[in-house]
C-alpha cells in the first residue's frame, strides 16, 4: 500500500487547521511541544495517544522529560507529511490539554 505525501497545498491547508502545530524546517514533518502540570499528566496524555498509534499503526517521534512532551509527525513510507499526519495530530489536540 502507498501511502501519499501531502502536495503544498493540502500541507498549508493540513497546517491551518492544526495552530498549536509548528512545520518542521525540512517541511518534511510537524511538531508540537508540550506542558503539563507534572509527570503523572504527561505520561497519561502519552498513554492515550499510545493507545491510539497503535490502533492506527501510525506512531509518534516523541521526547519526554518530566512534564513535558515534544512529539514529531512524519510518514516515513511517504517522505514526508501525509494524511495520517493530519490524523494523528487532530487526535493529539483532542486528548491534550487546552492552553
Avoid: C
Avoid at 501511502?3 to 518542521?24: C, K, M, N, S, V
Avoid at 525540512?26 to 502540570?37: Q, S, Y
Avoid at 497503535?54 to 506512531?59: I, N
Amino acid at each position: 500500500m502507498s501511502i501519499a505525501r501531502l502536495t503544498d497545498a493540502e500541507r498549508a491547508e493540513a497546517l491551518a487547521g492544526l495552530p498549536a502545530w509548528q512545520l518542521r524546517e525540512d517541511g518534511l514533518a510537524i511538531v508540537r511541544k508540550l506542558r503539563f502540570a507534572d509527570f503523572n499528566e504527561a505520561f497519561g496524555f502519552m498513554t492515550r495517544v499510545a493507545i491510539q498509534a497503535d490502533k492506527a499503526d501510525h506512531h509518534p517521534e516523541w521526547f519526554n522529560v518530566y512534564n513535558r512532551v515534544e512529539i514529531t509527525l512524519t510518514t516515513h513510507d511517504a517522505d514526508g507529511l501525509s494524511r495520517r499526519d493530519v490524523d494523528m495530530a487532530r487526535f493529539i489536540n483532542a486528548v491534550a490539554p487546552q492552553a
